[in-house]
C-alpha cells in the first residue's frame, strides 16, 4: 500500500520516507508523520479495539487526549503499551501493534462482549458476580482481568535510562501555540528567563493545524518564525516534546520530556525521557482548548474523529481519514473543516449542522438542523444515517466523519490546587475560575478562541506577570489575525435506543450515565466511579463536558451546578520509569564503604547493608562452608587472642564549647558534668518520653571538647535531636556540634593481645599498659611515626579492647598495618555477626534491645537515670506505668536442653500456661550461637526478669510452631565481673 | 607532608585521584585538600575577629558565599559556622594550625577525612548539575556557595568560575556514589 490517502502540501518531510510495520504490515510515513497520520495515509483507520466490548476503534483525535488509538510500541526490552498513535513521532523502522485484540485486530474473539453487551452495563461488576461469594477471587476476577485491559508488558527490564532534573525561571510558558508564542516573545524580547514547554514536537498549537495566516504568511510560518527569534535568545529555553505534569505548590511544576522516544533507541548515554521540577516565578497556561465530540449511535466507528483532528490531519500531515467525507458540527468551527478538507481536494459529501441558523458552506450538501442518528461499517465507516430538519432519514456513504460538540478549553492545570473552573455559556465550556497564585491563563484555555485573542491576550498577560516580579516587558502590537467567534449551540447527544458513546476509552455510553443516574450515582465523582467515565490514560479528556451535561440533563440541575470531577496530575501519562529516574537496581540509594571497603573486598568479605553503610558481615576462609564456621571462628580467635572490626560506622559527634559538658549532662540521663579529661564514660540517652534513645560513649579529649559516638542507625538522628537541643531547648549554652563520623576512621582492636598488638602501632612516646591507659582512657595519640590519631580504650565485645582512629584518608593504610602488625598474635578480622555474637555473649545492648519502647529500667540501667540533676526523660522516666514491680527486665536466657535453639523474636509464657497473648510474659530480642559456650543463648525482657534467675520458663514461636524451654541467667554471658576487659 | 609509615587512599579508593572526561567537561577527583570546620564560641566575636583577620585576611563570605585569600577558602555553612579549606600539602593538620590562631574563641574541627571533592569544569557544568540538585546553578557568581542534596546525598557546591567551574563537597563514604551520580549525569548532556 503506498499512502493513497496522502494529500498535497502539509508540514511532513518527504524527502524523508520512513518504513514502519503495523500489526507486521510493512507501511511507509514521512518524517514529521505520528503513527496515526501514516496509518490514515495508508488508508489504515482501524488502529485499536475498545476496552470492555472490544469493539474496532480508529483515532479520534489528532493530540494527546486520544482515547482509542493505543498501540505497543516497539520490541522487545524496549515495548511500551498503551502508546497514543496520534503523538508518537514515527522513525525508520518503527514497529507498533494493536493492543487488546486476539487472534487479529480484524478478528476479535472477545469481541463476543459486544454482543453480550446488555450484561455489561454500568456497574456490572457489582451486580453480576455477587455470588457465589468463594467466586470472586478464583474465578471472575481472573476471567475479567483477562477479558479487559489495555497493552501488555513486555516483562523484560528497561534498557534505557531516564533523567530527573530542575529548572528555574522568571516565566514559564505551558503550550506554544499563539498565545504560547506571542507569551515568550513578550517574555524573551524583555529579558525575562523564560521556559517554553510544549507537549508535540513542533511549535505553533493549531496554528499548524489551521490554514490561518498571521500577518500576511501562513500560520505555521509564523510560528517558525517566531520559533527561530526565541531560539536566539539565550534567556529563553524552549522545551519540545515537554508536557506540564502538575501545578504543585509555589510554582513548582512537573513536566516530561520525552528526550529520545522518537528515535528507535537513544544515542549512547542518553535518557530516554527527563523529569523536570520547574520552579517559575510567574507560570501563563496557554495551553488550548480541546474538542469535544457529539454522541451518537455507533459513532465509534473507525473513521469517525473529532472534525478539528480531521483538520489536523488535512492541513499538517497531509493525510485524509477517508476519500469521502462528512460534517456533523453544532457549531461554526465544524464548517471550517468542511472549507479546509474541500481546498484540499477531499470529496466532502455532507454537513450537517445542529443548527437551523448556522451559516452555509460551500461545500458538500449541506444539512442546517439536521442530526446524525446512526453509523455503519463495522471495521470502518462506510455509511451515516441522517435524520433532516423534517424529520425525515436519508443515508450516506462515507469513509470519514469529522465531529464537533466545540472546544474545551485545557483548564487541568489550574486546578490542580483544587480550584473548579467556571461555565462559560458563550462558548458552552468551563473556563478558569481561579487559579494557583503564580499563575495566569491567555489563549484558548482561557476562552479566548480565536488567534487574534490568543496572541492579544498572550503578550498581555505577559506583561502583567513580568510587572509582578519586576521585571518591565511591553506587548508589540498584536499582528494580523483571524478573529471569528465560534457560535455554538450547546448540543450533547442524539437520542437514540443504540449504544452512543461518551467516553471511548471506557466504552461508557449515555445508557450508561443514565443508568447511573437512575441507580442513584448522580454525583460526578460517583458517576466517574460508578461508570469508569473519564478514567485511564486519556482521563476522560474528550468525555469528561459530555458526560457530565449529560448529567445535569438527566438531574435537571445546570452543567456549572453539576460540576467537574477533581483534576489531578499527572496531565498526560507519565510512565513510572521517569518517576523511578536513576534510582533503580543498584543505584536504588547511595552506597556508603567503611575506609576498610577496599582491603576487606580483597578479603572476600560477604558484606551487609546496615542503612546506606556497606560493612563485612563475615570473612570466610578457603575451606569454610557456612557462615556459622566463618562467625564462629572469628568470635573464638578474637577471645583467644587478638580481632580487628571496622567500627567507622558508628557515629561520631565533635560536641565544642564552653559549656559543653554541662550540655552532655542534660542529653544524657547518667552523670557527665565532671568526666575527666582523658576519660571515656558510656552514656545512654533518652527521649523526652522517658524511652531509651540511644547510647553510646562519649570521651572528653579536653576541658571543651567532647567526642561522642552513637549507635550506626541513629547517627543521624542523634545528631538532630543535638541540634534540636542546642538551638532550641538550650540556645544560651555555648556549644558547637559537628559530625565527624566519617573523618576518623575507626577500628575495634579486641582480644587479649590487642595491647601487644597497638603497642606496635602506637608511638613510643605514647604509654598505653593498663597503669597509664586503664580502661575507660582515652587519648590524643600519634601512630606509625608521627600520624595523628585517637585512642579510646573502651569494649563492647567484653575483652581487653581498644578503639584507634586515624584520619580517614589513612584508614585502609592503617587497617593493612594493624593486620601486619598482628600477624605474629594470629589476628583476625571479624565483622558485624561476630560482633554481634561477642555482644550478646557480654549482654551488651543493641538496636534490638534499645527499640523504641524500652526504658532505662527494661535495660537494667534504672539506676543509671540521675536524679541528683535534670536531664531529658528524667522526669517522664518516673512514670507509673513505666515503673510497675512486674516491669520487663532485660535478662539472659539459655535452652534447658542444650542442643535446642531459639529464635528472636519468641514470647515467654510461663511453663504451666496457655500460648496466648494474655499469658504473654515478655519476648526474646537477640540470639546466637555461642561458640564459647557451645549453646545457644539469648537475651529477652521478661516480666520481673531480674528476680528470676534460675527459674525455667517456655520460648514461644507460635509462627513456626516452634517452642522450647529455657532457663533464666544472668545477660552477661561471658567475663560478668569484667576482669578481662580491665586486665 | 607528615613523616609516617602510613599511604592514602582517594576518597574513590585509588592511589591517585579520578580524572574522567566526558565531552566538554572534566569530572576530577580532588585530594590535595585539607578541610576544616570552625566556629565562633558565644560571647567571643572580638577574639574570634581578630584571629580570622590574622589567620585569612578577608571579610567572613556570609550565607551563600564563600571567599579566598592565599592558601584558604573558606564559605559558610550556618550560623557562625564556616568551612575552611586549604593545600593539603602544607596545611594537613590544618585543626591544629587554626587552634593555634583562634585558640578559645572557635570550636576547630579536622574534616580532611570526611568530605570529597569534585570539581567540574566546562561549558557543561550547569546542564549537568541542572540534572543533580535543585540549585539554580546557573544563576550561581564566582564565590556562591551553597548546601543542596545530589541523589540523596547531602553536599556543598561552590561555584569557582561562574557557569564554567564548581566544586561539589560530599561525604567521603558516598564518594563512589557521588562520582557515578556526577558522571551519569554528564553523559546525559555533554
Redesign the interface.
Given at each position: 500500500m503506498t499512502q493513497n490517502n496522502r494529500l498535497e502540501g502539509g508540514l511532513i518531510d518527504r524527502s524523508k520516507t520512513l518504513r514502519f510495520t503495523f500489526d507486521g504490515k510493512t507501511y511507509q510515513g514521512h518524517q514529521g508523520d505520528t503513527i496515526a497520520s501514516a496509518l490514515l495515509a495508508n488508508d489504515v483507520r482501524l488502529m485499536g479495539r475498545s476496552f470492555k466490548y472490544h469493539r474496532p476503534r480508529g483515532p479520534l483525535t489528532a493530540g494527546s487526549e486520544e482515547p482509542n488509538a493505543l498501540v505497543e510500541l516497539r520490541e522487545g526490552n524496549r515495548q511500551e503499551p498503551n502508546t497514543r498513535a496520534t503523538t508518537a513521532e514515527l522513525f525508520d523502522g518503527l514497529s507498533a501493534k494493536s493492543q487488546n485484540r486476539w487472534p487479529s485486530l480484524s478478528f476479535d474473539a472477545m469481541g463476543v462482549n459486544d454482543l453480550l453487551s446488555p450484561f455489561f452495563a454500568a456497574g456490572f461488576y457489582y451486580k453480576t458476580f455477587m455470588w457465589p461469594k468463594a467466586f470472586w477471587e478464583k474465578l471472575y476476577e481472573p476471567i475479567i482481568r483477562r477479558a479487559a485491559g489495555l497493552g501488555s508488558l513486555s516483562m523484560e527490564a528497561d534498557p534505557d535510562?531516564y533523567?530527573?532534573?530542575?529548572?528555574?525561571c522568571d516565566l514559564l510558558i505551558i503550550g506554544a501555540g499563539p498565545a504560547g508564542l506571542s507569551a515568550a516573545l513578550t517574555a524573551g524580547r524583555a529579558g525575562a528567563r523564560v521556559i517554553l514547554a510544549e507537549e508535540d514536537f513542533l511549535l505553533g498549537g493549531r496554528l499548524n493545524a489551521e490554514t490561518f495566516e498571521i500577518a500576511g504568511m501562513a500560520g505555521h510560518a509564523w510560528a517558525a518564525q517566531t520559533q527561530a527569534e526565541l531560539a536566539s535568545m539565550d534567556n529563553v529555553r524552549i522545551m519540545t516534546r515537554t508536557a506540564i505534569l502538575g501545578a504543585f505548590d509555589h510554582g513548582i511544576y512537573g513536566a516530561l520530556e520525552r528526550v529520545s522516544d522518537h528515535l528507535a533507541v537513544p544515542a549512547a548515554?542518553?535518557?530516554r525521557q527527563?523529569l523536570w521540577?520547574i520552579?517559575a516565578k510567574r507560570t501563563m497556561l496557554c495551553a488550548g482548548a480541546v474538542e469535544r465530540p457529539i454522541a451518537f449511535k455507533n459513532n465509534d466507528r473507525p473513521g469517525i474523529m473529532l472534525s478539528g483532528a480531521l483538520r489536523t490531519y488535512a492541513n499538517r500531515y497531509a493525510a485524509a481519514a477517508g476519500q469521502t467525507v462528512a460534517l456533523f458540527t453544532n457549531n461554526d468551527d465544524g464548517l471550517r473543516s468542511a472549507a479546509d478538507l474541500a481546498a484540499k481536494g477531499v470529496d466532502v459529501v455532507a454537513v450537517i449542522d445542529t443548527r437551523a441558523d448556522g451559516p452555509s458552506v460551500q461545500a458538500g450538501a449541506h444539512f442546517k438542523g439536521a442530526q446524525v442518528v446512526d453509523a455503519g461499517g463495522k471495521l470502518g465507516l462506510n455509511t451515516i444515517t441522517i435524520k433532516l430538519a423534517n424529520g425525515q432519514t436519508t443515508r450516506i456513504n462515507c469513509t470519514a466523519l469529522g465531529v464537533s460538540g466545540g472546544w474545551n478549553p485545557n483548564v487541568h492545570l489550574t486546578s490542580h490546587q483544587r480550584s473548579t473552573p467556571k461555565w462559560d455559556e458563550k462558548i458552552a465550556a468551563f473556563v478558569p475560575e481561579s487559579t494557583p497564585a503564580e499563575m495566569s491563563v491567555a489563549g484558548a484555555a482561557n476562552g479566548d478562541m480565536s488567534t487574534h485573542a490568543a496572541l492579544a491576550n498572550g503578550a498581555k498577560q505577559a506583561v502583567t506577570a513580568l510587572k509582578d516580579i519586576g521585571i518591565k516587558a511591553t506587548a508589540g502590537r498584536t499582528p494580523k489575525a483571524e478573529d471569528e467567534p465560534i457560535n455554538v449551540s450547546p448540543f450533547w447527544y442524539v437520542e437514540h435506543k443504540g449504544r452512543a458513546w461518551v467516553d471511548q476509552q471506557n466504552d461508557v455510553t449515555v445508557k450508561d450515565i443514565k443508568l447511573s443516574h437512575q441507580e442513584g450515582f448522580r454525583s460526578v465523582e460517583h458517576l466517574k466511579r460508578y461508570t469508569t467515565l473519564g478514567m485511564a490514560t486519556d482521563q476522560g479528556k474528550t468525555a469528561n463536558v459530555p458526560g457530565l451535561a449529560i448529567m445535569a440533563e438527566m438531574t435537571g440541575k445546570s452543567i456549572p451546578d453539576t460540576g467537574t470531577t477533581m483534576f489531578r496530575p499527572p496531565y498526560a501519562p507519565t510512565s513510572f520509569g521517569a518517576f523511578a529516574g536513576?534510582?533503580r537496581d543498584e543505584?536504588f540509594?547511595?552506597?556508603?564503604?567503611?575506609p576498610s571497603?577496599?582491603w576487606a573486598e580483597e578479603h572476600d568479605a560477604v558484606f551487609v547493608e546496615t542503612g546506606?553503610?556497606l560493612r563485612a558481615q563475615w570473612f570466610p576462609k578457603p575451606g569454610e562452608t557456612h557462615w556459622r564456621e566463618s562467625v564462629d571462628r572469628e568470635v573464638l580467635a578474637t577471645r583467644k587472642s587478638v580481632g580487628i572490626c571496622d567500627v567507622t560506622t558508628l557515629g561520631k559527634i565533635?560536641v565544642?564549647?564552653?559549656d559543653a559538658a554541662t550540655f552532655l549532662n542534660r542529653v544524657y540521663c547518667n552523670a557527665f558534668a565532671k568526666l575527666a579529661v582523658g576519660k571515656t564514660r558510656y552514656g545512654l540517652m533518652l527521649r523526652e518520653d522517658g524511652i531509651a534513645m540511644d547510647d553510646g560513649t562519649t570521651a572528653r579529649l579536653s576541658e571543651?571538647?567532647f567526642v561522642m559516638t552513637t549507635t550506626t542507625a541513629n547517627a543521624v538522628p542523634v545528631f538532630r535531636h543535638l541540634e534540636f537541643c542546642r538551638q532550641c531547648a538550650w540556645p544560651d549554652?555555648?556549644v558547637?556540634l559537628?559530625?565527624?563520623?566519617?573523618?576518623?576512621?575507626q577500628y575495634a582492636v579486641a582480644g587479649p593481645n590487642s595491647r601487644k598488638l597497638l603497642q606496635k602501632i602506637v608511638d613510643k612516646d605514647f604509654d598505653i599498659s593498663n597503669e597509664e591507659f586503664p580502661f575507660m582512657g582515652c587519648g590524643e595519640i600519634?601512630?606509625?611515626?608521627?600520624?595523628?590519631a585517637r585512642l579510646f580504650r573502651i569494649s563492647f565485645s567484653g575483652e581487653l579492647a581498644f578503639e584507634i582512629a586515624?584520619?580517614?584518608?589513612?584508614?585502609?593504610?592503617?587497617m593493612r598495618?594493624l593486620m601486619e602488625a598482628g600477624e605474629e598474635f594470629d589476628v583476625v578480622p571479624y565483622g558485624t555477626e561476630a560482633l554481634g555474637v561477642m555482644r550478646i555473649e557480654k549482654g551488651h545492648a543493641a538496636g534490638n534491645e534499645l527499640n523504641g519502647t524500652t526504658t532505662a529500667l527494661n535495660l537494667g540501667m534504672g539506676r543509671m537515670v540521675s536524679k541528683k540533676k535534670d536531664s531529658i526523660g528524667s522526669t517522664l522516666s518516673e512514670r507509673e506505668g513505666l515503673n510497675q514491680a512486674d516491669a520487663l527486665n532485660l535478662v539472659g536466657f539459655k535452652p534447658v536442653n542444650s542442643d535446642e535453639t531459639f529464635s528472636a523474636g519468641s514470647h515467654f509464657i510461663n511453663s504451666d500456661a496457655q500460648a496466648n497473648a494474655a499469658n504473654d510474659q515478655g519476648y526474646m530480642t537477640s540470639v546466637c550461637y555461642s561458640p564459647n559456650l557451645g549453646h545457644t543463648i539469648g537475651l529477652g525482657y521478661l516480666k520481673d526478669g531480674a528476680n528470676r534467675m534460675g527459674e525455667t520458663t517456655r520460648a514461644v514461636n507460635p509462627l513456626m510452631g516452634e517452642e522450647t524451654e529455657v532457663e533464666i541467667v544472668s545477660a552477661h554471658f561471658i567475663d560478668p565481673e569484667g576482669e578481662r576487659l580491665r586486665a | 607532608m607528615?613523616?609516617?609509615?602510613?599511604?592514602?587512599?582517594?576518597?574513590l579508593?585509588s592511589d591517585e585521584p579520578d580524572s574522567t572526561v566526558i565531552g566538554n567537561l572534566k569530572i576530577t577527583e580532588r585530594?590535595d585538600f585539607s578541610f576544616a570546620?570552625i566556629?565562633q564560641?558565644?560571647?567571643k566575636s572580638r577574639p574570634f575577629a581578630a584571629a580570622a583577620k590574622r589567620a585569612f585576611n578577608l571579610k567572613l563570605p556570609g550565607p551563600g558565599q564563600s571567599a579566598s585569600n592565599g592558601d584558604y577558602t573558606l564559605f559558610w555553612s550556618s550560623p557562625e559556622?564556616w568551612f575552611v579549606e586549604a593545600p593539603m600539602a602544607t596545611h594537613e593538620?590544618i585543626a591544629s594550625i587554626l587552634k593555634a590562631e583562634f585558640e578559645?574563641s572557635a570550636?576547630?574541627?579536622?574534616?580532611?577525612?570526611?568530605?570529597c571533592r569534585f570539581d567540574l569544569e566546562g561549558d557543561a557544568s550547569v546542564s549537568t548539575l541542572?540534572?543533580?540538585?535543585?540549585?539554580?546553578t546557573?544563576?550561581m557568581t564566582d564565590q556562591a556557595a551553597t548546601r543542596s542534596v545530589i541523589?540523596?546525598?547531602g553536599v556543598f557546591i561552590v561555584c569557582r568560575s561562574a557557569g564554567q567551574y564548581f566544586s561539589i563537597y560530599g561525604?567521603?563514604?558516598?564518594?563512589?556514589?557521588?562520582h557515578?551520580?556526577l558522571v551519569?549525569?554528564a553523559?546525559?548532556v555533554a
Open positions: 535510562v533523567d530527573k532534573g530542575f529548572l528555574h548515554g542518553k535518557p527527563t521540577r520552579y536513576r534510582h543505584d540509594r547511595p552506597i556508603r564503604k567503611t571497603h577496599k546506606m553503610w565533635d565544642q564549647g564552653t571543651n571538647q549554652l555555648d558547637q559537628i559530625s565527624t563520623t566519617e573523618a576518623w576512621a600519634t601512630v606509625c611515626g608521627g600520624l595523628r586515624v584520619p580517614t584518608r589513612y584508614g585502609d593504610s592503617m598495618a | 607528615l613523616k609516617h609509615s602510613l599511604k592514602p587512599l582517594t576518597p579508593g585530594d570546620s566556629a564560641r558565644d560571647g559556622q593538620d578559645e570550636s576547630i574541627t579536622e574534616q580532611s577525612g570526611g568530605w541542572e540534572r543533580l540538585c535543585a540549585v539554580d546557573a544563576m541523589e540523596h546525598i561525604p567521603r563514604s558516598s564518594a563512589g556514589s557521588l557515578h551520580a551519569s549525569a553523559k546525559s
